[in-house]
């Protein structure tokens, strides 16, 4: 790739994309989720309901800010949104983050009726669509450049 064809970040810190920067926080707090989940449904322990709960609610607003940054990305340059992977990229991550504020007020009810089924099945499939949507980033990074300085 040319140095006048790359694919910038439009939000970026000292030339640092956002959106990379964010993302760890959410996919690390959902798997988290789905492990106290399968903790709690083990073992009936409180604490790993509440565990999840807290989980959700710093995977939600990491999510959310991590979609802000990408969302700008996205709207801010036509070169992101030319990538084969960048739709299919923006609507899985919509899908997380909306399974995840779900499963976020799904816990909000008593332990029990929080985590089984409903709140465990809610974390499972969260968990499931992330290698898919990490891959598709990847590939938008790794393939095509976006955000990479040269």
Do not use: K
Not at 77 to 106: E, F, K
Not at 140 to 147: D, F, I, P, S
């Amino acid at each position: 790739m040319q140095q006048d064809m790359r694919v910038r970040s439009t939000a970026q810190i000292a030339g640092h994309p956002i959106h990379p920067m964010l993302v760890p926080i959410p996919i690390v707090c959902f798997i988290g989720a789905l492990l106290t989940d399968i903790a709690y449904v083990a073992s009936a322990e409180m604490m790993w309901a509440d565990f999840s709960a807290w989980l959700l609610v710093v995977g939600v607003t990491f999510g959310v800010l991590a979609a802000i940054a990408g969302l700008i990305d996205f709207l801010g340059n036509r070169l992101v949104r030319a990538q084969t992977p960048a739709w299919p990229h923006l609507i899985g991550n919509a899908v997380v983050l909306i399974l995840a504020i779900v499963n976020l007020l799904i816990h909000t009810r008593d332990a029990w009726t929080s985590v089984w089924p409903t709140g465990l099945v809610l974390s499972a499939i969260t968990v499931l669509i992330l290698p898919v949507t990490g891959w598709l980033g990847w590939a938008m990074v790794y393939r095509h450049g976006v955000g990479v300085a040269r």
